[in-house]
């Protein structure tokens, strides 16, 4: 069983910056794309970033520039720079190997 745990949230204040963890069991992380999600109170679950086995990246708009996805060997991270307090959420990391394995979330509360 894949197992996803998600670290590294808190309160920060705008324009301030957290780096968000992943950390990764099973073999199927490492040839697999993972994804770091975030839902809102009365929103639906969206996508904030992705990164592919090999290294390639895809950001949503509102995120570029700001955001950063990484990977090592057993952890996907995200930094998080400039944050704003529309980028409160609960984040989630997520692999997809024919079905999706998710993590139990983090939550980023940024006050003005």
């Known amino acids: 069983q894949v197992q996803l745990v998600e670290s590294g949230g808190g309160l920060v204040q705008a324009g301030g910056s957290l780096r968000l963890s992943c950390a990764a069991s099973?073999?199927?992380?490492?040839?697999?794309?993972v994804g770091w999600y975030r839902q809102a109170p009365g929103k639906q679950r969206e996508l904030v970033a992705q990164?592919?086995?090999?290294?390639d990246t895809n950001y949503d708009d509102s995120v570029k520039g700001r955001f950063t996805i990484s990977r090592d060997k057993n952890t996907v991270y995200l930094q998080m720079d400039s944050l704003k307090p529309e980028d409160t959420a609960v984040y989630y990391c997520?692999?997809?190997?024919?079905?999706?394995?998710w993590g139990k979330g983090t939550l980023v509360t940024v006050s003005s």
């Open positions: 997520r692999l997809t190997y024919g079905v999706d394995y």
């Open positions: 990164i592919t086995r090999g290294g």
């Open positions: 099973g073999r199927i992380f490492s040839i697999s794309t």
